[in-house]
């Protein structure tokens, strides 16, 4: 029920933030149906509350998880799929619109064409308000982040990438950036980067196979975005500033010091406000220094940066994981 309610408010409170002034349109809509036909309001209310629920209950299981697994992030991630169930409510909202037009034609007599024309810079107010906030080519999630996982490697160092974030990311700086044009990078979701390693398979198992041969013959020279175990193999990983690198024997000790200084984290100090995907990535690096410092048996700055990661990114269940990796795995 909590994970239910939270997908709810999550959803009208960005409809609200969204489109505005359309919400007050919206009621009007309704009353204006209601007035005009009341079965058909009550076909487009009942209507509108199945596909809501069936949304809410749907984001998830669609893809595989179960309703309470990820509720935040899958949450945070599936909002395209809100646009599909915005159709209805904008165009009650629209009915909403034109009953003010025609009220306002009969009691002053103002041109209806006029106000259509006079609405219509409501859109483009809306899309110049919207615009620096989903505009990511500049900031650090959408530019820096892929920046300071490519500035970790040296020419010739294998990456293999996983998700959406970080692969999208490293597919915008290297082919419209044109940067690390010359670093491979494999794509182990076979999505978007370079997938000629796993040849035809799309097998997991499969895939997985020719991951862990690979890194057995170049062992000292790959690097994961993620956390990287093969206990059939034999190999492991360990940090190396925000990526991974591989191993098979006693587990080498890297100090991340240098690489840390190196990365830009500008989104972080430039707005409090950040969302919940962008603190999940911003934790990272916080999560980093804190096992750099448990690795240094530096037990208390071990356990200030966990503080600090659980402020910024607590409600995220992967940076959640990776504090319990932390604290029963190094410390």
């Given amino acids: 029920l909590p994970v ?10 960005l409809f609200i933030k969204n489109y505005n002034i359309i919400i007050i349109l919206f009621f009007t809509g309704l009353y204006y149906t209601y007035t005009k036909n009341k079965n058909v309001f009550f076909i487009l ?43 209805l409510p904008i165009t009650i909202s629209a009915c909403g619109l034109f009953f003010l037009f025609d009220l306002l ?4 007599k103002i ?10 810079f409501f859109p483009f107010i809306m899309i110049f308000n919207n615009y620096e906030l989903n505009n990511q080519s500049k900031k650090f ?17 294998i990456l293999f990438s996983r998700n959406d974030c970080p692969s999208f990311n490293i597919l915008y700086v290297k082919y419209v950036k044109n940067k690390y044009r010359d670093y491979v990078v494999y794509d182990r979701d076979a999505a978007t980067l370079d997938i000629s390693i796993y040849g035809k398979t799309k097998d997991k198992k ?9 890194v057995l013959e170049n062992v000292n020279n790959v690097f994961f975005t993620d956390y990287y175990d093969d206990k059939n193999s034999n190999i492991k990983s360990t940090s190396y500033g925000i990526l991974f690198k ?6 080498p000790y890297y100090n991340n010091v240098n690489l840390l200084q190196l990365y830009t984290i500008r989104d972080y100090f430039n707005n409090k406000k950040l969302d919940l995907f962008y603190n999940d990535f911003i934790a990272k690096y916080f999560i980093a220094k804190a096992e750099n410092f448990a690795k240094c048996n530096d037990r208390q700055n071990t356990l ?8 910024i990114g607590g409600k995220s269940p992967a940076t959640i994981k990776e504090i319990i990796r932390i604290v029963f795995g190094e410390l």
């Avoid at 239910?4 to 409170?13: A, E, P, V, W």
């Avoid at 034609?105 to 002053?108: C, G, L, Q, T």
């Avoid at 041109?111 to 219509?120: A, D, S």
């Avoid at 499969?206 to 862990?212: A, D, F, L, R, V």
């Fill in 45 to 87: 209310s009942v209507f509108f509350v199945i596909n809501t629920v069936l949304l809410i209950l749907g984001i998830e299981t669609s893809t595989g998880f179960n309703l309470s697994s990820l509720t935040t992030i899958s949450l945070y991630i599936s909002r395209g799929f809100y646009l599909i169930n915005d159709l």
């Fill in 304 to 311: 200030k940066w966990i503080d600090f990661v659980e402020k």
């Fill in 4 to 13: 239910i309610k939270f997908r709810l408010y999550n959803y009208f409170i």
């Fill in 105 to 108: 034609n009969d009691k002053y």
């Fill in 111 to 120: 041109n209806t064409t006029f106000m259509c024309v006079i609405f219509l």
């Fill in 246 to 251: 591989t191993y098979t024997d006693k587990e």
């Fill in 206 to 214: 499969k895939m997985q196979t020719i991951e862990s041969k690979f």
């Fill in 141 to 157: 999630l959408g530019y820096d982040h892929p920046i300071n996982i490519m500035n970790s490697l040296n020419k010739g160092n």
